[in-house]
T-cell receptor, first 107, second 116 residues
């Protein structure tokens, strides 16, 4: 199956800082999905990307579909305490998720 | 009204017991899944059913048996529980290929299983 490598594994940042994380795949994707898992909850879809080079924003979140179609990036600007959680990337159909990036935001 | 609901939310049991976790979705989706999230928070697909038919069956011990009585339900039965089965189990559903051919999942809140 597809291998998904997500980094960094964890991040500890100060409130107000920007965050960047990425995901790479062993195979070409035609869709990238980013999910967030709040503590004690199931993951929820944040952003879906449909074509190479696409840049999509959702509030303070911006995600990009890499032009090689084997990677994707998620950025969070001006982080706030409620951004705490685990961020997962996923491909279109394989139903596998990256290992997650655990974000801690210190007030 | 909860879209994907799973019960129980917490389950504490002894090794060797048999237990079930139930899942129901009211989204009209045609595909349902079970994931296991371990203590390191890795999310691993276990099973997937599409229109009551098994389509994904990852390397999972035979002690785990999914049952889908209809499209809206996918239950997980676990026999002879072991310590290593302790984890959070997530049910999810999707409409197959719902967005640009991708399966976008809606997850339940999880069922935390602790085996003593």
């Amino acid at each position: 199956g597809q291998q998904l490598n997500q980094s960094p594994q964890s991040m500890f940042i100060q409130e107000g800082e920007d965050v960047s994380m990425n995901c790479t795949s062993s195979s070409i994707f035609n869709t990238w999905l980013w999910y967030k898992q709040d503590p004690g909850e199931g993951p929820v879809l944040l952003i879906a990307l449909y074509k190479a080079g696409e840049l999509t924003s959702n509030g303070r979140l911006t995600a990009q579909f890499g032009i090689t179609r084997k990677d994707s990036f998620l950025n969070i600007s001006a982080s706030i305490p409620s951004d705490v959680g685990i961020y997962f990337c996923a491909g279109p159909n394989d139903m596998r998720f990256g290992a997650g990036t655990r974000l801690t935001v210190k007030p | 009204d909860t879209a994907v609901s799973q019960t129980p939310k917490y389950l504490v049991t002894q090794m060797g017991n048999d237990k079930s976790i139930k899942c129901e979705q009211n989204l009209g989706h045609d595909t349902m899944y079970w994931y296991k999230q371990d203590s390191k928070k890795f999310l691993k697909i276990m099973f997937s059913y599409n229109n009551k038919e098994l389509i994904i069956n990852e390397t999972v011990p035979n002690r785990f048996s999914p049952k889908s009585p209809d499209k809206a339900h996918l239950n997980l039965h676990i026999n002879s529980l072991e310590l290593g089965d302790s984890a959070v189990y997530f049910c999810a559903s999707s409409r197959r290929g719902s967005i640009a051919g991708a399966n976008v999942l809606t997850f339940g809140a999880g069922s935390r299983l602790t085996v003593l």
